[in-house]
């Protein structure tokens, strides 16, 4: 039938064109965006998702902060623990030197001189081992703690202990010295547990030190993967969009002769009264 009312092939090519145009507009969206799902209108539950994991992966940032911000504090306190050690096993060798019988008067004054000096030492390491402005030697001690993940559970935490003169851990007292035989032998008693003790707490936190950088080793992993994950889903095949590109314009052009065509239809009517 031919008709100047309706023309049915012409809106069929019309409709066939705009689906062309509709297709072609998404897929030069994902060549310029290298997105195939750039935002929530082409496909939402897919967005949501990859929007999800993106947080995820800024969180996981602050959650790395936080190890860097732990290890440093840790390694402050393990550097005054090594000193400290350093300065025992030097108070053990003039206290040991200081129990011998027979000194002189001005040796005995001169080992007790430098013992004191050595265990002063202490407590100055102890008063500035701070990393902003956390300390786990002082009296009473920070704890370094990090993030153990994106929802701010499961957080690590390396517990700190006084290393003042007189903890639990340096048995030294501020009263100790070796200005008599009798007295470097108490001292020496007390050089000798506080060295056994700080090398355990020492070893205790080197043993932290390792789970923290295991932790930031994971959690730079485990931002590689989402990162991964997040382009499997959202990404665009560059290559199969460039040659659906190419076929979607064959096709346009195809669309504009059709409708083209069916336009013109409505001209054969006139043929008919001539």
Not at 64 to 79: M, N, P, Q, V
Not at 131 to 155: E, K, R
Not at 196 to 222: C, E, N
Request: hydrophobic content about 45%.
């Amino acid at each position: 039938m031919i008709s100047v009312n309706t023309n049915q092939g012409a809106m069929v090519a019309l409709q066939t064109l705009n689906r062309t145009n509709n297709e072609m507009d998404k897929t030069q969206n994902a060549i310029a965006t290298g997105l195939k799902v750039a935002s929530a209108k082409d496909n939402g539950a897919l967005f949501a998702i990859a929007n999800k994991m993106r947080s995820d992966v800024t969180a996981y940032d602050r959650v790395r902060e936080s190890a860097d911000r732990a290890a440093s504090i840790l390694d402050t306190g393990i550097a005054a623990g090594e000193s400290i050690m350093e300065l025992l096993n030097e108070m053990k060798g003039k206290a040991l030197a200081g129990t011998q019988v027979g000194n002189s008067t001005s040796a005995q004054a001169a080992l007790a001189a430098d013992f004191a000096q050595l265990r002063d030492q202490i407590t100055s390491i102890g008063a500035n081992a701070s990393f902003d402005g956390a300390n786990m030697i002082a009296a009473t001690p920070s704890n370094a703690v990090s993030l153990g993940d994106a929802a701010g559970g499961n957080t690590i935490t390396i517990s700190g202990i006084s290393l003042a003169l007189g903890s639990a851990t340096i048995s030294v007292t501020g009263t100790n010295d070796v200005a008599s035989t009798a007295n470097a032998t108490t001292s020496l008693t007390n050089v000798n547990a506080s060295i056994t003790a700080l090398g355990t707490q020492l070893a205790t936190w080197g043993a932290g030190a390792k789970r923290l950088d295991v932790h930031r080793t994971f959690i730079g992993k485990l931002q590689d993967a989402l990162n991964n994950g997040i382009g499997a889903i959202v990404d665009a095949d560059l290559a199969k969009e460039s040659a659906k590109l190419q076929a979607l314009q064959v096709k346009q052009q195809l669309g504009v002769q059709a409708l083209s065509i069916a336009n013109g239809s409505s001209q054969t009517a006139l043929s008919l009264f001539r």
